[in-house]
């Protein structure tokens, strides 16, 4: 028999992702192969982000994947659908080879149903870790 399904907690969040990426030593960010820096991000790609990307990432500790060759919308600060990234159904709008969190590469989306979006990406944490 199998468990229900946990509805998501506070731990599945992109603000904890964000606190558990800060806990990990620059001793252990400099070992693994494609782990950068939020500056090394910014002299690398730097022209290929977008405003908002450009002061989100430094929120983050460790940059696992950033999607640089992904024709991005900036947000609109408005206020409106999620400042730009949402659309007129509050749905928010599939980029593909975007990222999410700078962790996940967004490969397709797979379709819509009543209460969300189902993707397929690859989570950079993982293959990092794993190598």
């Not at 001793?27 to 782990?35: I, L, P, S, T």
């Not at 980029?95 to 189902?118: C, M, N, P, T």
């Amino acid at each position: 028999m199998q468990n229900p399904k946990k509805p998501l907690s506070k731990n599945n969040s992109i603000d904890s992702i964000r606190r558990e990426s800060a806990n990990v030593s620059a001793a252990d960010a400099n070992q693994r192969n494609g782990v950068l820096s939020p500056k090394s991000v910014m002299k690398m790609y730097g022209d290929r982000l977008t405003n908002y990307e450009q002061q989100e990432l430094l929120s983050f500790a460790q940059i696992y994947f950033v999607g640089s060759a992904t024709k991005k919308s900036d947000a609109t600060q408005s206020g409106e659908n999620n400042d730009g990234f949402d659309d007129s159904h509050n749905a928010y709008i599939i980029i593909a080879h975007d990222h999410i969190a700078y962790r996940f590469e967004i490969l397709k989306s797979l379709g819509k149903g009543s209460f969300g979006q189902v993707l397929t990406f690859r989570f950079y944490y993982i293959l990092t870790c794993r190598k």
